[in-house]
């Protein structure tokens, strides 16, 4: 047996937990999140390159991810904002696509009924989104406003009689090529505000088309959707979503999930780094034992760590109903800019096998993009920051 012989899966921190956070769940959490955690080795983990590959979604994973029932952990279950958190990393060090899949299904389209609905309409809806057996996409984003849709817009709503009628587009919405249900953010040509409305998606009227030809999230079936004269009953209409700031209320507690999301991205980017560098040989020798290796190794370690101690402090502020906007912001700004370092160390240690799929880093470093732009770019939700330590909008 050589000196270099290693087990990676048997050394010290092979979960990339380097300071035990989660010691700070509670014994039924952590059972729970090994219970996640073998769901995802064992369904997600196998089919995650060749579905990234081919740019389709594994559509068999839905009924299994819906016995595995994790929608909803916090308000549903009753679990803390800590454990969904780390959950949600889980997800994404497994696949970012089923990640954002799940992100915007049980985030931002079950967050909006669960914040804007009324009791009559959640009785009425959630069982089915909880159960999986309806799907949903969120519709904000706009083909022609992304950082600056909250004043700007453009989809309309106008009420006749019992009755609402939409007309416009949204961009980049995912899930919307498959999903029954769509939340429509529009813009009430009677009082300018934006309201929030349950798009039944064989409307007539509504028609979403494939993007095609992404670099990221490629496994993600996003969309362009057009609404051309779609007629909602006043029934669908979210009764507590009546202006942005409603809306803002459920991208507040996602942009958090979203900064998870670059804590996840950057476990997956050391395990298989780690992994790389302890099993390829260099020179005749394993590439981990080599300085520069170590360093960048432990370069990537401390980004994790440092995004992940920011996560755990924010969830936990969010358990205690005290977390701020711009507390959020500052989350994401500062742990997908602490990804994109992290997964370009990583991409660099696998050298040419780093820019094929095959390794998988390829596919983390393409899938980092996504997560650095959506849920607010790196520039807007530093301006939201900036705002708050300065009590001076940089934003026009």
């Known amino acids: 047996m050589s000196k270099f012989d290693v087990d990676v899966n048997n050394l010290p921190y092979a979960d990339g937990d380097f300071y035990a956070f989660e010691q700070l769940l509670s014994d039924a959490e952590r059972e729970r999140l090994q219970q996640i955690r073998d769901f995802l080795a064992k369904e997600v983990k196998p089919v995650a390159v060749d579905h990234w590959n081919r740019a389709e979604f594994p559509m068999d994973l839905i009924p299994k991810i819906a016995e595995l029932d994790v929608m909803s952990p916090v308000r549903r279950q009753g679990y803390s904002n800590l454990f969904a958190g780390i959950v949600h990393a889980e997800f994404t060090r497994a696949d970012a696509s089923i990640a954002t899949f799940m992100g915007v299904h049980d985030g931002l389209f079950t967050g909006s009924i669960e914040v804007m609905a009324s009791e009559e309409q959640k009785a009425r809806w959630l069982p089915d989104i909880y159960a999986l057996k309806k799907i949903g ?75 095609e030809n992404k670099i990221a999230l490629r496994t993600v079936q996003n969309a362009d959707i057009t609404l051309e004269n779609v007629v909602i009953s006043d029934a669908f209409k979210l009764v507590h979503g009546n202006s942005f700031r409603d809306t803002n209320k459920v991208l507040k507690v ?101 820019i094929v799929t095959d390794y998988e880093m390829a596919k983390i470093f393409a899938d980092a993009e996504a997560i650095y732009s959506y849920e607010g770019t790196y520039e807007i939700n530093s301006l939201v920051t900036a705002r708050a330590i300065t009590g001076i909008s940089a934003i026009v």
């Open 137 to 211: 996409a969120f519709g904000l984003t706009e083909p022609l406003g992304g950082s600056d849709v909250a004043g700007g817009t453009r989809t309309t709503a106008k009420r006749d009689g019992d009755n609402w009628i939409l007309n416009g587009a949204k961009r980049w919405i995912g899930n919307a090529t498959f999903s029954d249900w769509v939340v429509i953010f529009a813009r009430d040509v009677d009082d300018n505000q934006v309201k929030a409305f349950m798009v039944d998606t064989s409307t007539p009227g509504y028609t979403a088309t494939k993007i």
């Open 254 to 354: 996602t942009r958090l999930a979203v900064a998870w999301q670059a804590v996840g991205q950057q476990l997956a980017t050391f395990d298989v780094a780690r992994r790389y560098a302890v099993e390829r040989l260099q020179f005749g020798r394993p590439l981990a034992s080599f300085q520069l290796i170590q360093d960048q190794l432990v370069q990537i370690l401390g980004n994790a760590v440092a995004s992940m101690g920011m996560m755990v402090r924010l969830s936990q502020l969010e358990d205690l109903g005290e977390a701020k906007d711009e507390q959020s912001a500052l989350a994401k700004a500062f742990t997908t800019a602490r990804m994109r370092e992290s997964v370009a160390l990583g991409r660099s240690i696998l050298g040419g096998n780093g």
